[in-house]
């Protein structure tokens, strides 16, 4: 009798405890399951960089939109983040800015296929786009990502504590000069304590 008693209480407790739930919750209040980099760093990250970007020289003095070009950010930490998110978000939000504009590297190919398709004769020549009207990029843009892990030594202790430290850091370069123009950077850490036995 006892051993059907802790057979169902085991299999209760295992049922309730491997439930997946779901939870809708608004991603512009910051939420952390753990010590890693995540959407809300993101979100932090990208608003401080646009930011600075159009209310610092050179890009708060001009009155002419200059075009950037956005070579990256390197991925300098031992896990992944995708860094193609940051630039994304970076770009959707200095443009919505209207105080600089942006060559789109990303899609130079699609754009020289189309091109070569509209030169090829089958385009009306009245709405065939003329070649060598490309805007040549003014500034460059790019920025690097690093981090520093530290966890808590061998020792008697209920709980593991790490330690994730990240600085996200961009730069913007003029291109004819070669000079950077503009810097700034984000730095944040998070500690988590674990629980030594758990689920």
Excluded at 6 to 26: A, K, P
Excluded at 130 to 152: P, W
């Amino acid at each position: 009798m006892i051993k059907r008693l802790i057979i169902v209480i085991v299999t209760l407790v295992l049922s309730v405890g491997c439930q997946t739930t779901t939870r809708v919750f608004d991603p512009d209040k910051p939420f952390h399951m753990d010590e890693r980099y995540d959407y809300t760093d993101l979100k932090a990250v990208t608003e401080q960089m646009a930011r600075s970007i159009v209310t610092n020289l050179p890009i708060v003095s001009r009155n002419d939109q200059p075009v950037i070009i956005i070579y990256g950010i390197s991925n300098r930490t031992n896990e992944h983040i995708d860094t193609n998110a940051l630039t994304e978000k970076v770009r959707t939000a200095l443009t919505q800015t209207h105080k600089v504009r942006f060559i789109n590297e990303d899609q130079r190919k699609n754009i020289e296929k189309e091109i070569a398709y509209q030169s090829g004769g089958l385009v009306n020549a009245d709405t065939r786009i003329r070649l060598g009207r490309q805007i040549g990029a003014e500034y460059m843009l790019t920025g690097a990502i690093t981090s520093i892990t530290k966890e808590e030594g061998r020792g008697m202790r209920l709980k593991a504590r790490k330690v994730n430290y990240y600085k996200f850091n961009m730069e913007l370069t003029q291109l004819e000069t070669s000079i950077i123009e503009w810097s700034d950077e984000k730095e944040f850490a998070r500690e988590v304590a674990k629980p030594f036995i758990g689920w």
